[in-house]
């Protein structure tokens, strides 16, 4: 990953999120004061595509 100087844009690898959303509404679920989106780890980013490591059961 470059060690511990290494800068953001310089690591090769990063997490991607996504938004939570409600399964019976569809809304972007938000946190307790609604003033923002809840996000998930849904994977890894390397070279410029998403890599997909977390599944939920049903999806």
């Known amino acids: 990953m470059g060690g511990v100087f290494a800068r953001r844009n310089q690591q090769p690898i990063k997490l991607t999120y996504d938004v939570s959303e409600n399964s ?14 809840i996000k ?3 994977g890894i980013m390397y ?13």
């Open 24 to 37: 019976e509404t569809g809304e972007c679920k938000s946190n307790k004061y609604g003033d923002g989106f």
């Open 40 to 42: 998930t780890v849904k």
């Open 47 to 59: 070279q410029g595509q998403k890599i997909m490591t977390r599944f939920l059961v049903g999806e």
